[in-house]
Each structure stands twice: as structure tokens, then as C-alpha cells.
């Protein structure tokens, strides 16, 4: 089983950039794909982006595409998502997931392991 912690999270004005990480205990984190997915105020979780175990293979949401970059250091536990021209829509609690299955997968249902969230906000 593996713990997942999110971090890198606060406040930024709107054009500015965050960087999420997300830090594996308890079994290593190229056991995984991992899937970022985020909660914005009174809407359901909805997917984010997502990397393999190699990082070989990345999907992104249509909203974030050319904004945001996943990528991944195996040897350091962590995943990373990097958030660049950040708009107010961006301002959401954002999880970090994994997935042990065989392909990459968009749906949350899928994932097996999830952290507690850390929160953007994205003031204009």
C-alpha cells in the first residue's frame, strides 16, 4: 500500500505559477500511474493530467492543456504537476492518486490510492 502526501499548494494571482508535488511513502512510486484530479468549490472531482510509471505516456483535460506538465522522479518517491498561467477557473483542492492497474487511466474510480488534497487558489 502506498501513502500519498500533496504539497505545494496557496495562494497566486491570476497569470502566476504553482508547482504540486506529490510525495509516495510505503511503497515506491514507480509501482504507480498517477493521476492529479481536482475538487473546485461545490463541483464534483474531475481529472487533471496523469503520467505512467515510466512517464512515458501523459494525459491532460482540455483545460489545462499547454498550461500544465506532468512529470515524475521515480528515484525521489515524487510526482510533479506544474501549473503555469494560472487563471480564478484553477482554484480548486487538488489530489494526488495511483493506480496500480495496467493502462493509464482519466477516471477517478480507478485510482486506488489518494492523498489528502492541497489547496490552490487563484485570485484575479
Known amino acids: 500500500q502506498v501513502q500519498l502526501v500533496e504539497s505545494g499548494g496557496g495562494v497566486v494571482q491570476a497569470g502566476g505559477s504553482l508547482r504540486l508535488s506529490c510525495a509516495a511513502s510505503?511503497?515506491?512510486?514507480?509501482?504507480?500511474?498517477i493521476g492529479w484530479f481536482r475538487q473546485p468549490p461545490g463541483k464534483e472531482r474531475e481529472f487533471v493530467s496523469t503520467?505512467?510509471?515510466?512517464?512515458?505516456?501523459?494525459y491532460f483535460a482540455e483545460s489545462v492543456k499547454g498550461r500544465f506538465t506532468i512529470s515524475r522522479d521515480n528515484a525521489k518517491n515524487t510526482v510533479y504537476l506544474q501549473m503555469n498561467s494560472l487563471q480564478s477557473e484553477d482554484t480548486a483542492v487538488y489530489y494526488c492518486?495511483?493506480?496500480?492497474?495496467?493502462?493509464?487511466?482519466?477516471?477517478?474510480?480507478?485510482?486506488?490510492?489518494w492523498g489528502q488534497g492541497t489547496q490552490v487558489t487563484v485570485s484575479s
Open positions: 510505503g511503497r515506491t512510486i514507480g509501482s504507480y500511474h
Open positions: 503520467i505512467s510509471r515510466s512517464g512515458a505516456i501523459t
Open positions: 492518486a495511483a493506480d496500480g492497474g495496467t493502462i493509464v487511466v482519466v477516471s477517478p474510480t480507478q485510482y486506488d490510492y
